[in-house]
């Protein structure tokens, strides 16, 4: 009698959870009466009543082992795409959600095949367990870098992994988010706590993140590689990696109850500079269909120097240990240990210039000329930056007196030296290095997603921009078990700094960080509601929100994330104006 409770899925969660404590075994009880407890919680405090889904995510964890795992999860964890069959886990709360953790989505770039396209991966016969995060790609470590420190994780070269949210039954196929982490091309990992995509999937998306190849083994451009190449390309095999995760999840992502035909790319710093990338590669055209940057593009001139990236790569490769006597370069690089490639990237100065390089293939051509040229897919696209973007990002040149940043912005932006200096003398009182911290950071990331919003405008498509100005607290985003930065003058004491919208935009705040208060977690449910109503219709239109206008360049509306969320006609329009025309960039 209690058993056959289960075949109405109209009973609220607890109560099937009752009933399954008839059914099961003495030696599960301890599991299942904590189970029912959060599950009675949850009903009795009006916040959600869960269905006979949540009742099998729960059974999936706390059923006795000796029960067929087809059985307690009803198939619901498998997924049986055209790669081959997986087996995922519930995720935690909310219930309803799957997570498939670890699949590969292309060969291991390994042996031969580091330093070239990656190639697809074939089918497997049987089942893959998908329930353990793949290793992170190989990178320096960074146990004292600001709020982007890291712990020890788990890295190894075959890296090509990718990670699925997606809710547990749905009646159409679903809107796709895919992201690509932050960390200068050269750290992070797509499966850090902060990136879990469990309350985004519970609004109705499917969210997949990846990890792709950093440093010098995802983007060291050398003629050596490029002689093997069936296109005469060296480096961008990062991006490379990205176009394959896409191709990937076109191939196999209805599996998962996602549209192939409804898929957003977003991401972050280096994330959203490959974004940018994405939209003006002919490789990926197609494969994605709506973009969201954050705090970083593509859109400003770049140097004229060494654009293809293979002199820094020549560079590099003199740092190696044995490269001198090396008959034949490029199997020399096949076969160099890891650690000496880390090693040599940042002892040879590699990593200070962009990573991503205009190879003629992957990127064409320059970025901004090919976005002038109106080149750039013509998706919608949502981007924006934050405040204080600045601060513990850009070097603070301490020693920088005010006549030195004079003759430096005179140099660089001519006439507009002493616009810029009137503009900027709050920041100039505090001291040069501010000052020059504060116009190095609007150039790059404020100016720079205003311009590649004016950019794309040029594609018909439409646009929309933000800017966040509500301060979060800083903590070492991706060691969550170690937070606390211990910070002077408190948590909140460095401004909307770089990467402090990652939280936000995923609703985690429940998983990392510290000291979130009422207006943190409003600001995240807003951004979190925009972010996934944009990659289901294209607009940034959520019930109870704020209207988020179209950007075009002349009113450059844009929305603000403060207390209270509002629009504004342009953002530190003087300054970006004043920067714009000593750069020679045609508003």
Not at 98 to 118: K, N
Not at 325 to 337: K, S, Y
Not at 363 to 369: F, H, L, N, V
Not at 516 to 526: E, G, L, M, Y
């Amino acid at each position: 009698m209690a058993c056959a409770l289960l075949e109405r899925p109209a009973r609220p969660g607890w109560l099937v959870c009752l009933s399954r404590l008839v059914c099961l075994s003495r030696t599960a009880s301890r599991r299942w009466l904590t189970c029912l407890s959060r599950l009675k919680r949850g009903y009795l405090s009006g916040l959600r009543r869960l269905s006979l889904t949540a009742a099998l995510a729960c059974l999936s964890t706390a059923a006795p082992s000796t029960a067929a795992p087809e059985a307690m999860a009803d198939g619901a964890l498998l997924a049986s795409p055209a790669a081959g069959t997986v087996r995922g886990a519930w995720a935690d709360a909310p219930a309803g959600i799957r997570v498939f953790r670890g699949v590969p989505y292309a060969q291991p770039p390994v042996g031969a095949r580091r330093f070239r396209p990656p190639a697809p991966l074939p089918p497997w016969t049987g089942t893959r367990p998908a329930t353990a995060f793949g290793p992170a790609c190989p990178q320096n470590p960074a146990p004292d870098a600001f709020v982007w420190s890291r712990g020890p994780f788990e890295q190894n070269e075959d890296c090509l992994y990718l990670n699925i949210w997606t809710p547990a039954a749905t009646d159409a196929a679903l809107p796709v988010m895919v992201w690509l982490h932050g960390g200068s091309h050269t750290t992070g990992f797509g499966h850090a706590r902060i990136f879990d995509g469990t309350r985004l999937a519970s609004r109705g998306v499917v969210l997949v993140t990846i990890n792709y190849r950093l440093g010098a083994l995802g983007f060291l451009a050398h003629p050596a590689l490029a002689d093997g190449d069936e296109y005469g390309s060296t480096g961008n095999y990062g991006l490379l990696d990205a176009i394959a995760a896409l191709t990937w999840v076109r191939d196999n992502i209805a599996a998962f109850g996602g549209n192939p035909d409804n898929v957003t790319v977003f991401g972050q710093s280096a994330g959203s500079q490959s974004v940018c990338a994405l939209t003006v590669s002919p490789l990926a055209r197609g494969l994605f269909h709506r973009a969201i940057g954050q705090s970083a593009g593509c859109a400003l001139p770049a140097s004229a120097s060494d654009a293809n990236g293979r002199e820094r790569g020549v560079t590099l490769a003199g740092q190696l240990p044995g490269a001198g006597a090396a008959p034949d370069m490029a199997r020399f690089l096949l076969e160099v240990p890891v650690a000496a490639l880390l090693r040599a990237q940042v002892a040879s100065g590699w990593e200070n210039a962009s990573r991503l390089v205009v190879d003629g293939h992957v990127i064409p051509a320059d970025p901004r000329a090919m976005l002038l040229a109106g080149g750039a897919a013509p998706v919608p696209l949502l981007l924006g930056s934050a405040a204080d973007e600045g601060v513990g990002l850009m070097p603070l040149n301490e020693a920088l007196t005010a006549e030195e940043l004079t003759n430096q912005l005179t140099a660089r932006y001519g006439d507009q030296a002493a616009r810029l200096l009137a503009l900027y003398a709050p920041q100039l009182a505090q001291s040069p290095a501010i000052a020059a911290r504060e116009i190095q950071a609007d150039v790059f990331l404020t100016l720079g997603m205003r311009e590649w919003a004016t950019l794309q405008t040029r594609s018909g498509a439409p646009v929309f921009l933000y800017h966040m100005r509500h301060v979060p607290p800083a903590f070492r985003l991706y060691d969550p078990d170690n937070p606390d930065l211990a910070l002077k003058d408190g948590p909140r004491s460095v401004g909307a700094y770089h990467s402090g919208d990652l939280a936000y935009v995923f609703d985690n705040q429940h998983l990392v960080g510290m000291d979130w208060n009422d207006s943190d977690r409003t600001i995240a449910s807003h951004m979190a509601d925009y972010w996934t109503a944009f990659a289901r219709t294209g607009k940034p239109a959520a019930d109870q929100r704020p209207p988020w206008p179209t950007y075009d360049p002349q009113q450059q509306a844009t929305l603000v994330f403060d207390n209270p969320v509002h629009v504004e006609h342009g953002v530190r329009t003087d300054k970006l104006h004043a920067l714009a025309r000593g750069m020679g960039i045609m508003e």
